[in-house]
């Protein structure tokens, strides 16, 4: 069965600190996507990142980054210098290798930077 | 590039009774979702169409929500009738569809269900 299971409910950090959100996935598929997604307070779903399974390679976006380890079959984000602008609730997910919408989401995080 | 689009935002209804969401995908994209997202928890997929197809409907409760996708473009979710348990936030998305491959999904906002 596939499952995403993120751990933290809810973080808060003052603005600049930098925080990680944990994501763990489950899988029986060789080749998936992993994506994560930003939901704010006016509720619209905005994508961040797809990862293929096959790409282990980090990435870095501005103050974004995130780490794919197939070994531990985790998929976490972190966010460099913090800022109140990126409160929000944030949801990592895990897509079949053909169907990038169709998604198992995981429990979400809220994340509050306070200034 | 216009996003996805659904109506209404807000919906209050007393159970037992029916309702309906609309949604226009991004245009181009032939694949549609809806979701439905309870408060504290993620999405979960109700129901996908390809086209004006049916690709999964599987986690859909079939004996009260039903959609259809006409024409390949605008969706409608409906649910009759309504249970306290449906009061959630129905998210549509769609995604573009070539050479096999769906590329991520985009959301719209959503519209928020309250069954009193």
């Known amino acids: 069965a596939q499952k995403v299971t993120q751990a933290q409910t809810e973080i808060s950090v003052v603005e600049k600190e930098d925080v990680t959100l944990d994501c763990v996935y489950e899988?029986?598929?060789?080749?998936?996507?992993l994506f994560w997604y930003k939901q704010p307070p006016s509720g619209e779903l905005v994508f961040l990142i797809r990862r293929n399974s096959f790409d282990e390679q980090n990435e870095i976006s501005g103050r974004y980054s995130w780490n794919f380890q197939k070994s531990t079959s985790s998929f976490n984000f972190t966010i460099t210098a913090s800022q109140v602008v990126d409160s929000a609730v944030y949801f990592c997910a895990l897509g079949a290798y053909n169907q990038g919408g169709k998604l198992i989401f995981g429990q979400g995080t809220e994340l509050s930077v306070k200034p | 590039e216009a996003g996805v689009a659904q109506s209404p935002r807000y919906k209050i209804i007393e159970k037992r009774q029916s309702v309906a969401f609309w949604c226009n995908p991004i245009?181009?994209?032939?694949?549609l979702y809806w979701y439905q997202q309870i408060l504290g928890q993620g999405p979960k997929l109700l129901i996908q169409?390809?086209?004006?197809?049916?690709v999964d409907d599987s986690q859909l409760p079939k004996d009260r929500f039903s959609a259809e996708r006409l024409k390949g473009v605008d969706s409608t979710l409906k649910i009759q009738p309504a249970k306290l348990e449906d009061s959630a936030v129905y998210l549509c998305a769609s995604s573009y569809w070539g050479a096999g491959i769906n590329t991520e999904a985009f959301f719209g906002q959503g519209t928020r269900l309250t069954v009193v």
């Open positions: 245009s181009g994209h032939a694949t």
């Open positions: 169409f390809q086209n004006n197809g049916v």
């Open positions: 899988t029986r598929d060789t080749t998936y996507y």
